[in-house]
């Protein structure tokens, strides 16, 4: 390079470096020098108000310091602030609420409602003076004079929480709380409060007081599903809030602290003590004075009894969760939060079912250390026509139809046969029964024996284990891992017929260790009757505003049934199975002159005990056991789970055409039995006499009594003197327990034979 360029262009190049360097350098050191004399004017003019001595100290560094602290407070409450307007984006934001349903049942009874239940119709002016003085004095005195936050309120609640050492008085305004019931939730956040506060600043700016007081009355929340004085006043009292006296005023306005715990239909006592404080709140605050109150002291307000123990809780409880659900599928445009549902219950059934439960509990429940069940009843298209979901309602919310998920045990395996016959097997096929094991482990029958060469039909009729099994390994062909490829195979059939459970692969999954609801796996059986079709399960029938227009019909609207099985592997399924109604473990679960099929299940420790079944116009599915997963009593699939489906079934076909299973036709006949007092004429199904009774356990009370029984007989035998000496006594035999436990025809009448290994049947 120095050779191509000449010496003159070299040192231009050079002079031009140097020139930039030198220009770059003196125009730093002007910028610096510029900046001290800057600094130096800056620091002259701020001089002229230095403050020293005690006046710096007392006025100066308080004064930035809160200017400091007060600069980061507001960018931090602007950040806090930001997420609350936004709850205001919607533009519709005064008229959210939530759903008022009111439910009738599948032939248009009303059975109850679930939602709100408010009316905004009632002008503030109608509402009567002493309840609005009540509502004043008790949640907001200053509520006139303050601009949406009470600070001296507040401060006040501040102090006698203190000192209390707890919540005992709360803060916040009737315009705060207006503003957590129309945007925010009840949890109690920080995060929350100051939203509120924000929010409470916001609804002043844009509504007046008097609209700000109508909108709480309106939108409180009352106890009882009730939202509103006018439907509080309806609900408690039977009348409308324009003419509520002083005493249900009180008691009215001392259900906005805590409805749940002050309704009166739940806790009068509790109702009329809070009103009562109402009362005291109303002199206090120079409203009213103790002569104007003295009468609603000494004649307290009294609720109407609002205690209904016929109403299908459960079963509304999911039918509203369903609704929620559909509603989120109606266009956006779509503001209607009025419906009144005709839903799919049908209460015959419905009673028949909570009291088949109850009655079997109560009987039998102890012991068989059992102590909750739950039933679906469903149409062959998915209708739950009977949900129970635990034993009492008033007791646990908990549905354990449909938020439980539980081992199915041996009722788990028509979905390994449907797969096995879907894939070149048949009823006929044999299956040897002997020992398979899929690494460390190996699935044992009842007993420790196997049956040998078994067809299929005899696999499922007595409930054999091992045969599952080998067929999920049949089914993996020649892969590398065929057990696992076959559950594959097993595990999307499922899913077919309408499975949503999370079914892990593990080697038991094949007979019944995975987990399912009660829901799913009664209507899921509804495929073998509906020739292989699988239908989804639903409450909801036909949805309608509340001035009777016609929004959503399931026949119209809802999800069609899909093919999850060819119709000829239904078929062969439904013979199969009856034969466990006809002759296997089920037999307690047959009905004289209907066709029936279904598979009992027992899970390992006899922590659950199934019984699924169908007929040609229902299925059902029955669990029992305990919510701690404790084991029970020995309770098997065919005790008391077949025959509370026998019980609800016979009720379920009365007055309805029964119709034929496709591959079994009517059913075999049952043998005859003599008329009884259950026949309740030519076209009520036949009770059979094949009651559950207790476990068939020996008590210690019996064994006491067995043991001085052959103590008695000993002794007889001494004070005899006849036998010879030359003749050995020969022992007493001994107790045989194990036959007083499991007699043989116990055994047989009872249903599933449980495997002691990982799955019991």
């Known amino acids: 390079?120095?050779?191509?360029?000449?010496?003159?262009?070299?040192?231009?190049?050079?002079?031009?470096?140097?020139?930039?360097?030198?220009?770059?350098?003196?125009?730093?050191?002007?910028?610096?020098?510029?900046?001290?004399?800057?600094?130096?004017?800056?620091?002259?003019?701020?001089?002229?108000?230095?403050?020293?001595?005690?006046?710096?100290?007392?006025?100066?560094?308080?004064?930035?310091?809160?200017?400091?602290?007060?600069?980061?407070?507001?960018?931090?409450?602007?950040?806090?602030?930001?997420?609350?307007?936004?709850?205001?984006?919607?533009?519709?934001?005064?008229?959210?609420?939530?759903?008022?349903?009111?439910?009738?049942?599948?032939?248009?009874?009303?059975?109850?409602?679930?939602?709100?239940?408010?009316?905004?119709?009632?002008?503030?002016?109608?509402?009567?003076?002493?309840?609005?003085?009540?509502?004043?004095?008790?949640?907001?005195?200053?509520?006139?004079?303050?601009?949406?936050?009470d600070i001296p309120g507040t401060a006040r609640a501040l102090v006698t929480n203190a000192q209390a050492g707890g919540v005992r008085q709360g803060g916040s305004s009737i315009t705060q709380q207006l503003a957590k019931n129309l945007f925010l939730s009840n949890e109690r956040t920080i995060e929350r409060k100051v939203k509120e506060a924000f929010l409470a600043i916001w609804l002043e700016t844009r509504l007046t007081k008097n609209e700000i007081l109508k909108l709480y009355l309106d939108r409180a929340y009352m106890g009882g599903g009730t939202f509103g004085v006018d439907g509080a006043a309806h609900f408690y009292f039977n009348k409308s809030a324009r003419d509520v006296t002083l005493a249900e005023s009180a008691m009215l306005a001392g259900l906005f602290k805590a409805p749940t715990k002050y309704a009166p239909h739940i806790n009068l006592p509790a109702a009329r003590a809070r009103a009562n404080v109402v009362l005291d709140n109303l002199v206090d605050a120079g409203f009213m004075t103790e002569g104007q109150v003295f009468g609603a002291r000494r004649n307290p307000a009294v609720a109407v009894d609002r205690r209904d123990e016929n109403s299908p809780n459960y079963y509304l409880d999911y039918a509203f969760d369903e609704m929620r659900k559909l509603v989120d599928t109606f266009p956006k445009s779509y503001t209607e939060r009025v419906f009144v549902v005709r839903a799919a219950i049908d209460m015959n059934v419905q009673r028949a079912a909570e009291e088949a439960v109850e009655n079997q509990l109560r009987q039998f429940g102890r012991d068989y250390h059992a102590t909750q069940a739950s039933v679906v009843v469903a149409d062959l298209d998915g209708g739950v026509r009977a949900m129970v979901g635990g034993r009492d309602y008033g007791a646990s919310q908990f549905n354990r139809a449909t938020d439980a998920y539980r081992q199915p045990g041996s009722s788990f395996k028509p979905y390994v046969y449907a797969t096995a016959l879907m894939n070149g097997f048949k009823p006929t096929s044999i299956v040897v029964d002997g020992p398979v094991c899929i690494g460390n482990w190996c699935p044992q029958n009842y007993g420790h024996s196997y049956s040998g060469s078994v067809t299929l039909t005899q696999a499922i009729t007595r409930s054999i284990n091992v045969v599952p099994v080998k067929l999920?390994?049949?089914?993996?062909?020649?892969?590398?891992?065929?057990?696992?490829?076959?559950?594959?195979?097993?595990?999307e059939v499922a899913r077919k017929f309408g499975l949503t459970a999370p079914l892990p692969d593990t080697p038991s999954m094949p007979i019944g260790s995975d987990e399912v609801t009660v829901l799913e796996h009664a209507v899921a059986y509804a495929t073998f009757p509906n020739r292989g079709k699988a239908v989804k399960p639903h409450a909801v029938l036909e949805v309608r505003t509340g001035a009777g227009d016609l929004v959503w019909r399931f026949d119209r609207d809802g999800k069609k049934p899909t093919q999850a099985i060819p119709a000829s592997v239904a078929s062969d399924m439904a013979e199969m199975m009856s034969h466990v109604v006809s002759e296997g473990t089920a037999r307690r679960a047959a009905i004289d002159g209907i066709p029936?099929?279904?598979?009992?299940?027992?899970?390992?420790?006899?922590?659950?005990?199934?019984?699924?079944?169908?007929?040609?116009?229902?299925?059902?599915?029955?669990?029992?056991?305990?919510?701690?997963?404790?084991?029970?009593?020995?309770?098997?699939?065919?005790?008391?789970?077949?025959?509370?489906?026998?019980?609800?079934?016979?009720?379920?076909?009365?007055?309805?055409?029964?119709?034929?299973?496709?591959?079994?036709?009517?059913?075999?006949?049952?043998?005859?039995?003599?008329?009884?007092?259950?026949?309740?004429?030519?076209?009520?199904?036949?009770?059979?006499?094949?009651?559950?009774?207790?476990?068939?356990?020996?008590?210690?009370?019996?064994?006491?009594?067995?043991?001085?029984?052959?103590?008695?007989?000993?002794?007889?035998?001494?004070?005899?003197?006849?036998?010879?000496?030359?003749?050995?006594?020969?022992?007493?035999?001994?107790?045989?327990?194990?036959?007083?436990?499991?007699?043989?025809?116990?055994?047989?009448?009872?249903?599933?034979?449980?495997?002691?290994?990982?799955?019991?049947?």
């Not at 020098?33 to 002259?44: N, Q």
């Open 1 to 149: 390079m120095r050779q191509i360029l000449p010496p003159d262009v070299k040192q231009k190049i050079r002079n031009f470096f140097l020139d930039l360097d030198a220009r770059i350098d003196s125009t730093l050191f002007s910028s610096g020098k510029g900046l001290r004399e800057l600094y130096e004017r800056y620091s002259t003019f701020m001089d002229r108000f230095y403050v020293g001595r005690w006046k710096r100290w007392v006025f100066i560094e308080p004064f930035s310091e809160a200017a400091t602290l007060g600069l980061g407070g507001l960018i931090m409450m602007l950040a806090l602030a930001i997420p609350a307007f936004r709850e205001t984006a919607d533009d519709d934001w005064l008229k959210k609420s939530d759903l008022a349903v009111s439910f009738l049942d599948r032939y248009g009874n009303p059975i109850g409602s679930r939602g709100i239940k408010h009316n905004d119709s009632i002008p503030l002016e109608d509402f009567p003076d002493n309840l609005i003085k009540a509502t004043l004095a008790t949640e907001d005195r200053r509520f006139y004079d303050h601009f949406g936050i």
């Open 472 to 491: 999920s390994i049949a089914l993996g062909g020649k892969t590398p891992n065929p057990a696992k490829a076959g559950r594959v195979k097993i595990t």
């Open 596 to 761: 029936t099929a279904g598979k009992t299940g027992t899970t390992n420790a006899y922590r659950d005990a199934w019984f699924v079944g169908y007929t040609g116009n229902f299925t059902c599915a029955v669990w029992y056991g305990n919510d701690d997963y404790s084991p029970t009593n020995r309770m098997t699939g065919g005790s008391l789970p077949a025959q509370t489906w026998h019980d609800i079934m016979v009720v379920a076909h009365q007055g309805v055409e029964v119709k034929e299973i496709p591959g079994i036709g009517m059913g075999p006949k049952l043998p005859p039995q003599p008329q009884s007092a259950n026949a309740a004429g030519n076209s009520a199904a036949r009770v059979l006499d094949t009651k559950p009774g207790p476990p068939p356990v020996l008590t210690k009370r019996g064994a006491d009594i067995l043991v001085r029984v052959e103590k008695l007989l000993d002794e007889a035998g001494k004070v005899a003197g006849k036998t010879s000496a030359n003749d050995q006594k020969q022992p007493a035999k001994p107790v045989n327990s194990g036959a007083l436990a499991f007699p043989e025809n116990y055994i047989a009448a009872a249903g599933d034979q449980p495997a002691p290994a990982q799955r019991k049947n």
